[in-house]
C-alpha cells in the first residue's frame, strides 16, 4: 500500500515547483494582489493608442497668422453654424441675467459708498476715531445714516 506524502514534504515540492516556474509560493493560501500584478502592463499600449505629438491645426494656425492659414474643418463648422441661424435652429442668445445682476450690485455698491462720503462730509470726525467707535458714540445704526441721505 502507497503511503501519501506528509504535509511539509507537499510544502517543499510546491515551493521548488515555485522556483522552477517562476510564480508566488503562497503557503497560507491569502490574498496577496498576484493576480492583479502578473497581468500585462496597460502603459505601453495606451502610449501606441495615442499619438505621441498632440498637434492641431488650430495650434498652428495661432502660431503662424502671418501664413494666413485655413482650418477646414473649423470652416465647415462654421458654415454649418451660419446655415442653421438662418434658418432659425441656432444657439439661442446668451443671457443677460447675470449681466444685469452684477451692475446691479455695482450700483447699489456705489451708492452706498456715496452715501457713506456724503455722511462724512457732513458729520467730520476727529482723525483718530474709527467709524465704528464714531457710530457708538452718536448712537448711529449704518443703515440710519443710509436713510438720512438717500
Not at 14 to 23: H, N, P
Not at 28 to 54: A, I, K, W
Not at 68 to 75: C, F, R, S, T
Amino acid at each position: 500500500m502507497l503511503k501519501l506524502p506528509s504535509k511539509k514534504r507537499l510544502q517543499e515540492v510546491s515551493s521548488v515547483i515555485s522556483r522552477i516556474f517562476g510564480t508566488t509560493f503562497n503557503v497560507d493560501s491569502r490574498r496577496n494582489g498576484n493576480r492583479v500584478l502578473r497581468q500585462r502592463l496597460r502603459g505601453p499600449t495606451v502610449l501606441e493608442y495615442y499619438s505621441r505629438m498632440n498637434v492641431v491645426p488650430k495650434t498652428i494656425i495661432r502660431s503662424f497668422p502671418e501664413l494666413k492659414l485655413v482650418d477646414p474643418i473649423e470652416e465647415s463648422r462654421k458654415a454649418d453654424v451660419d446655415r442653421r441661424r438662418r434658418r432659425g435652429k441656432g444657439p439661442p442668445p446668451k443671457s443677460k441675467v447675470m449681466f444685469f445682476r452684477w451692475v446691479d450690485f455695482v450700483f447699489a455698491m456705489s451708492i452706498g459708498v456715496f452715501s457713506y462720503f456724503l455722511y462724512e462730509k457732513n458729520h467730520p470726525r476727529p482723525e483718530h476715531c474709527s467709524l465704528n467707535e464714531l457710530l457708538q458714540r452718536r448712537k448711529y445704526s449704518r443703515s440710519s445714516i443710509v436713510e438720512e441721505y438717500v
